[in-house]
């Protein structure tokens, strides 16, 4: 009988190895290279996705940068991109943006977004109303929204943006922006958000959750905080789908990499994390 177990354990031990060169040689079948473009929101998840897929699959390689949502889907177009991440459905027409036709349009995540303001700003909440004088420049002075007596610096977002599309949509109820001044500044990317934000005194922006830090203060809006919480229970009204963006329907390691964004796995584990929403959290 101990002979018979020992056989049995190194069959099964061979059977086990025998599956994991398998699995192995499964996965590293698949090869390629994907080039994604475009949102800056979208970033973090992008690259983590990224990194999580490249394991599984070693033979596919994935670069990664982000401009701006509008780069997305004309990288795309442009054949210069596999994947275009934009903060809205580019298969649509948007305020300033025409529509990209031959594209297809596939929801990513759920991203919610967030007024921010430098720490040294005494203020924990604004209404849509503050916001639209603010953003304007109408509102020019911290102490006519229940804060200090200080001149508020604007931090915008370049037009090509997704993050500013969705704010000027929702935050601001669809009311221009100021473009000039000398309290007023335009940034590129999220990145850039960030750090003009925790750097600069008395300074206001936008961005979404997966880029606010300690060092800086997320205002509620209305009285809501921007929390996934309130975003799915509908009461945060700031957020927007992410989408990548492809020519056409996807094929080999570009079809597979957007399964597994979309996959259960990814989107309640990495993305969660990450301050993003998972689609299916939102009915």
């Known amino acids: 009988m101990k002979w018979f177990k020992q056989i049995t354990i190194a069959a099964l031990i061979a059977v086990i190895g025998f599956s994991s060169v398998h699995v192995a040689d499964a996965a590293s079948k698949l090869s390629g290279k994907i080039v994604i473009n475009g949102s800056s929101a979208l970033l973090p998840l992008t690259l983590q996705a990224a990194n999580e897929f490249k ?100 931090v915008n977002r370049t037009f090509g943006s997704g993050t500013r599309v969705n704010f000027q949509d929702k935050a601001l109820a669809g009311e221009d922006f100021m473009t000039k001044g000398d309290n007023y500044k335009e940034v590129k990317t999220s990145g850039d958000m960030k750090t003009a934000i925790e750097t600069t005194p008395n300074a206001i922006g936008y961005m979404d959750l997966a880029y606010v830090t300690d060092k800086m203060s997320a205002l509620s809006v209305n009285g809501v905080a921007p929390t996934e919480a309130n975003v799915i229970n509908g009461k945060y009204k700031v957020w927007g789908y992410g989408y990548y963006m492809t020519k056409g329907q996807p094929t080999g390691a570009v079809k597979e990499f957007i399964a597994y964004v979309q996959s259960a796995k990814f989107q309640n584990g990495s993305l969660k994390k990450l301050k993003f929403i998972p689609i299916s959290a939102m009915k």
């Open 55 to 154: 394991k599984a699959n070693p033979k596919v390689k994935i670069s990664a940068s982000a401009a701006g949502s509008i780069t997305g889907p004309q990288a795309v177009r442009k054949g210069i991109a596999d994947i275009g991440a934009v903060d809205w459905d580019a298969t649509k027409d948007v305020p300033g943006f025409k529509k990209f036709d031959g594209q297809v349009a596939h929801k990513v995540a759920v991203i919610p977004f967030a007024t921010v303001v430098n720490k040294n700003v005494g203020v924990s909440n604004l209404t849509t109303k503050d916001l639209q004088g603010i953003f304007s420049g109408k509102i020019k002075n911290w102490k006519d929204v229940g804060g200090k007596d200080a001149e508020i610096i604007v």
